[in-house]
């Protein structure tokens, strides 16, 4: 990308191996979490909308390196990694933070909680999962952020999810000006996170027993196709993600 949006998360990059076609198996976050913490499909898994929990005979990754020993916890920012989907199975502490959509400060909360956990539990075998809802509609972001990704703008487009709700359904007509205004606010987003992950990744350290692995649920549409935000199409924009493995 020809922006500075994530130097922290680059030179993650660097020291590891990025994969650089990897695709998500669903364009939402319920069906890809599951897929990603079972390795199955969604056909196979079930997770394919809120009326359904994990069934019981279903390992999950966590579950998998409980059983062999290992310290298993995560820190989760998202309605759809709450535990009234199953997807906390195996996990023997399981921290869920209340998304909040129209935040513009970092989750700050999920990097404490991930670090007093590590701090714990750093010289055992772990397996921790830390997901945060940062760079998710509404695009907003710390004002030095947008300064610096933001540029002069005087369309409608605010960046907030139920406008562009309203854009995916025909309701609000964005031009290409309007589109390009919506990926700098995302940009921004990216680029305040990448400083949240810093600090974790601070904490984490590099020590070359720790796998560290990077990845994402879903992609976002910026009308490439027409559509915005994610969930209703599987175009590249939405379903190709990146991953990032560093050690191990």
Known sequence: YDRPTSPRLDAVARAG??????TAPAPWTLPSHASLLTGLYPSSHGLKDHDVTLPEGIPTLASVLASHGFATAAVVNSHNLSPLFGLNRGFQQFDYVKEEVSQREPTRSITYRAIEWLAQHRDERFFLFVHTYDVHSDYKSLPEYERQFVRPYTGPADGTTAQMIRAR????????????????????GIRQYDDELGRLLDALGDDPDTMLIVTSDHGEEFGEH?????????YEEVVRIPLIVRGG
């Open 226 to 234: 027409g559509g915005y935000l994610h969930g209703r199409t599987q």
């Open 17 to 22: 191996v990025v994969f650089e076609r990897a």
């Open 169 to 188: 359904t025909g309701k609000v007509t964005f031009d290409a000006a309007d589109a390009e205004h919506l990926k700098d606010l995302y940009d921004a």
